[in-house]
């Protein structure tokens, strides 16, 4: 897929991006970023999953009993891809991901392709 519409992205997530490149380079995968000259999603993908860890951590503090060990164990049994996949499948997010010309003739599926972003 060539450059998509932001417009897109934000209607099927419910929010609009005051930095529209932000969300762009959200989808932009180093091949895609290297052959174009542009930002890839690494580092955005690096805080998002921290992001991800402090809501599962407030989260099962709030929420669930036990030490250290105990909630961190809860913690890596929440972090499921298998669900991020679900979620990205059914907002068809997977259509808007921007790849190089090479790592295109290697994804034929959406699994595929979301190891390459988790």
Do not use: P, W
């Amino acid at each position: 897929m060539a450059i998509f519409e932001i417009s897109e992205i934000e209607e099927k997530i419910g929010y609009s991006f005051k930095d529209k490149n932000l969300l762009r380079q959200c989808f932009t995968h180093s091949s895609y970023a290297n052959e174009h000259n542009t930002v890839d999603n690494e580092k955005l993908e690096f805080f998002g999953d921290s992001i991800i860890k402090l809501v599962e951590s407030e989260y099962l503090y709030n929420n669930q009993k036990g030490d250290e060990g105990n909630l961190t164990k809860k913690r890596q049994e929440m972090e499921n891809n298998a669900c991020f996949l679900e979620t990205i499948k059914k907002l068809g997010l997977d259509k808007y991901v921007l790849l190089g010309n090479g790592q295109k003739k290697c994804v034929n599926s959406t699994e595929k392709l979301f190891f390459f972003f988790f």
